[in-house]
């Protein structure tokens, strides 16, 4: 599995993408929520995240977007740091049976 900070990498995509339904790049995760690493660690552990099959780059040079086994480790990890409330669990478990082919979804 990945370490620490790369699962708080991960959870930072996950929610970063479902704000803007755009690629998360690491300069952005670097410059917004202060791991107090440079962008070049961050894609360090995105590559890592990537191995893992947790994101995935939509094309040459984009950011990274959760997969549905990303979503998955999120959504489990997430329950282990806070636990969620039943509506929030519902409604990441309904967007997840729900989700679509990654191409459809990007059109």
Known sequence: MVSERALEVLKVI???YVD???PVASKTIADRHGFGVSAATIRND???L???ELITAPHTSA???PTDKGYRVFVDQLAKIKPLSSSQRTGIESFLSES???D???G
């Open 14 to 16: 996950v929610q970063d």
């Open 20 to 22: 803007s339904k755009e």
């Open 46 to 48: 995105m590559a890592l």
């Open 50 to 52: 990537e191995e893992e």
């Open 63 to 65: 950011g990274r977007v």
């Open 100 to 102: 679509a082919d990654l």
């Open 104 to 106: 459809d979804t990007l």
